[in-house]
């Protein structure tokens, strides 16, 4: 667990916390437990409320607008409804994994909250490793969805489970390339410290490559559309979690939330400034930027059709990855050789290199017409 | 050490968002890849060939909806054609003329739904499916405007229509196809060159010319071959010789040229809608004085049309009573879907849906 670790690096890093805030280090453990609890469970209505709304307006329809003002009830009707819905367990499911599987999914995501800066220093964890632990962590509800896919003894559940392992074998290598450039630029792992690097230029500016990289790979890493393949409707009925229902399939609605959350978060924080902004308050500016970047999803999900499976392999492997490693290559050259000059010199360069190299790509890289061998 | 794999069964359907109605496939897989599927039909069988022999033949008319519900003018039509035909009727100019547009409306109203719910199957999460059917609903609109009905419309009768239009038709009708290439046009910024529609979709679901011939495929199945075979010309009903259209045909016979033959057809329709509504007759007979019992002479008649799926036939056999012998459907959906076996064979599970999507069946008219 990350206790040990977060009881010695933390003190250290809570010199920036503001003194006013309830002092010692368990009132801090709880304070933020709670807080990240709140904001994740909270800002998934949220989200999918904005989804749902955002979604019917581009596809020229109304949306949830009975529940409450303006609709905004509709999750939480929805969450009562799931609630006491009856709770099926296929009888030939492997019972222990089937109910496993939606906690083992859930836990990780809200544990990458508790390195996600909301304002300067207010975090759970201010790890020194915190982007490493966000990587790491958050490759674990996979596991969780393989469970399901698997638990659940059902075909198109485990055609589901196992579209999920390949696409996050295969996207955790470019997303973590491309975290490696805004690492070498801000020189720290840790979130808090990368935001504070970015005291006068986003991230985005300096990385454009490797932001688009990171998103595309994050989205196929939490299995957004047109990556949303392990639960594919139109193919898999429901994918993973055919056979589950009540609480048991709410808590995975959830995790696709909270993912999508966890990921414009990230977003947010490595390329966008976090909480920097100026006028407003920080955990505005911080819950702006995250919005901002979920209604990018939901717009790539609104006009995107969904790739095939080895499509999506071959979209890794052949295009993600050589422009991560060459995206990398280049902020490494970059730091080393004008560690000073970064900003000026660096943002048009950079744009024109990423110009040049998707330009490049776009020509020899087809997503593939027919058959794509692997 | 080898991984030892083995084949197994997935049972697609009768009950899956993608089978269009309650088509059943047996699929074998080898992990992702289909190795061969079985099709199970028969789920939605109403006996609606025999149930044609105790009705009159006017009777019949409801019934005809329930085949291709999607595009029942299309099915009525065809239906009274061949009566019409048995029974020697002249139908009016002027319904001929209503008939037409009508026909093309059908068929702008069947391409919608059809590249619609095509893309839902392609994933694209119900943007380019209700971008349509917006435009259905119009089409709807004035088919229930005409009828009453925005389903089955069972609007037409043996030897014309079965009322006159009301007179807010054609303004309304005028306005639709003013609006109508623009949306076409919007369909095409969005989806034509969309990099991923053009993965999942060119190249996938191959047939050929020649084997959509021996499998007596019609309609943009056969004409995405490049095989140029449209009924409006070479066979034409109605008053199809006298307008000019183009019959769009693909290159390779894939699902993306399938999906564009649509689109281009919904062009051409409007193209015959405008010209049949120059020239339509302000005034006239909308159906020819047929009576209420109607007894064809003993004999036999097969019309067929350009239904938007394909060729549509209908063979009515009398014996000089009121109800029709027998009445035999020649069902475009059932056999667009008899090469569907060879079509997906080797393909992934997803092309699998991809390629079922893009022959646009309605198991209505599948199982009778």
């Given at each position: 667990m990350m206790m040990p670790d977060f009881g010695t690096g933390a003190r250290i890093a809570l010199a920036p916390l503001p003194p006013d805030w309830p002092g010692g280090f368990w009132w801090h453990w709880l304070f933020f437990t709670v807080l990240v609890l709140a904001f994740v469970l909270s800002m998934v209505m949220g989200v999918i409320y904005i989804e749902r709304r955002v979604l019917a307006r581009m596809q020229s329809r109304l949306g949830?607008?009975?529940?409450?003002?303006?609709?905004l009830l509709q999750a939480v009707a929805d969450a009562v409804k799931v609630l006491i819905k009856e709770n099926i367990v296929p009888a030939a499911a492997d019972k222990v994994v089937h109910w496993l599987a939606p906690v083992v999914a859930f836990a990780p995501v809200v544990m990458v909250f508790a390195v996600v800066p909301f304002a300067n220093g207010a975090l759970l964890a201010d790890l020194n490793i915190g982007i490493l632990y966000v990587v790491a962590v958050s490759s674990i509800a996979s596991v969780g969805i393989f469970m399901a896919g698997w638990g659940s003894s059902n075909k198109y559940a485990l055609l589901g489970g196992m579209r999920d392992v390949a696409s996050i074998v295969s996207y955790e290598i470019p997303l973590v390339l491309a975290i490696l450039g805004v690492v070498l630029v801000a020189g720290s792992l840790s979130l808090n410290d990368i935001v504070q690097a970015q005291q006068n230029i986003p991230f985005i500016l300096v990385q454009p490559l490797g932001f688009l990289l990171?998103?595309?790979?994050?989205?196929?890493?939490?299995?957004?559309?047109?990556?949303?393949?392990?639960?594919?409707?139109?193919?898999?009925?429901?994918?993973?979690?055919?056979?589950y229902s009540g609480m048991k399939f709410a808590m995975f609605y959830l995790v696709e939330y909270a993912e999508a959350l966890a990921v414009s978060a990230v977003v947010a924080t490595l390329f966008l400034g976090g909480w920097q902004g100026p006028v407003l308050p920080p955990w505005l500016w911080f819950l702006g930027k995250v919005f901002f970047v979920f209604l990018v999803m939901v717009w790539v999900r609104a006009t995107m059709p969904r790739v095939r499976i080895d499509q999506l392999m071959a979209f890794a492997w052949k295009c993600l990855f050589p422009l991560a490693l060459l995206n990398l290559l280049l902020t490494a050259a970059e730091v080393a050789l004008w560690p000073g000059a970064m900003p000026l010199i660096v943002i048009p360069i950079n744009f024109a290199i990423a110009g040049l190299l998707i330009i490049i790509w776009s020509k020899f890289f087809k997503l593939g017409w027919g058959r794509v061998e692997v | 050490m080898a991984i030892k794999t083995e084949p197994f069964v997935l049972n697609i359907g009768p009950v899956h968002p993608s089978t269009h109605g309650v088509f059943r496939m047996r699929a074998t897989l080898d992990g992702e890849v289909v190795l061969d599927i079985e099709p199970v039909i028969g789920y939605l069988h109403r006996g609606i060939e025999k149930l044609a022999e105790q009705r009159t033949f006017t009777g019949f008319i409801p019934l005809t909806d329930r085949l291709d519900y999607i595009s029942s003018m299309s099915n009525n039509m065809a239906y009274c054609m061949a009566v019409e035909k048995l029974a020697g009727v002249k139908v009016p100019e002027r319904a001929q003329y209503l008939r037409v547009i009508i026909a093309e409306m059908q068929r702008i109203a069947n391409h919608l739904i059809a590249n619609g719910s095509f893309l839902n199957d392609c994933g694209a999460y119900f943007t380019p499916f209700l971008y349509m059917f917006r435009e259905r609903e119009k089409v709807v609109d004035l088919f229930e405007m005409l009828s009453g009905q925005r389903l089955t419309y069972n609007f037409m009768r043996i030897g014309g229509l079965s009322q006159d239009i009301p007179d807010e038709f054609l303004p309304a009708l005028r306005r639709f196809l003013d609006k109508m290439p623009a949306f076409i046009d919007e369909y095409d910024r969005l989806l034509k060159e969309n990099e991923v529609l053009l993965a999942r979709t060119r190249g996938v679901g191959i047939i050929t010319a020649e084997k959509a011939l021996n499998c007596s495929i019609s309609g943009p199945v056969l004409r995405s071959t490049g095989y140029s075979w449209d009924l409006r010309k070479a066979d034409p009903y109605l008053l199809y010789d006298r307008f000019n259209f183009d019959v769009p045909v693909g290159m390779q016979g894939?699902?993306?040229?399938?999906?564009?033959?649509?689109?281009?057809?919904?062009?051409?329709?409007?193209?015959?809608i405008e010209q049949a509504l120059k020239d339509l007759p302000l005034k006239g007979a909308v159906r020819a004085d047929v009576p209420q019992r109607l007894h064809p002479p003993k004999g036999e008649a097969y019309a067929?049309?350009?239904?938007?799926?394909?060729?549509?036939?209908?063979?009515?056999?009398?014996d000089n009573s009121i109800a029709p012998y027998r009445v035999h459907i020649r069902p475009t959906s059932l056999l667009?879907?008899?090469?569907?076996?060879?079509?997906?064979?080797?393909?992934?599970?997803?092309?699998?849906?991809v390629i079922f999507g893009s022959i646009d069946i309605c198991l209505g008219e599948v199982d009778r």
């Open positions: 949830p607008n009975r529940t409450g003002p303006f609709g990171f998103f595309t790979a994050a989205c196929a890493e939490i299995n957004r559309s047109p990556f949303d393949l392990l639960e594919a409707d139109s193919e898999l009925t429901a994918g993973f979690h055919t056979e | 894939d699902c993306y040229d399938r999906f564009r033959v649509r689109m281009e057809e919904m062009r051409q329709s409007v193209r015959i067929h049309i350009e239904s938007p799926k394909g060729e549509l036939g209908f063979h009515v056999v009398s667009n879907l008899t090469a569907l076996r060879e079509m997906v064979r080797g393909w992934k599970v997803a092309d699998l849906i």
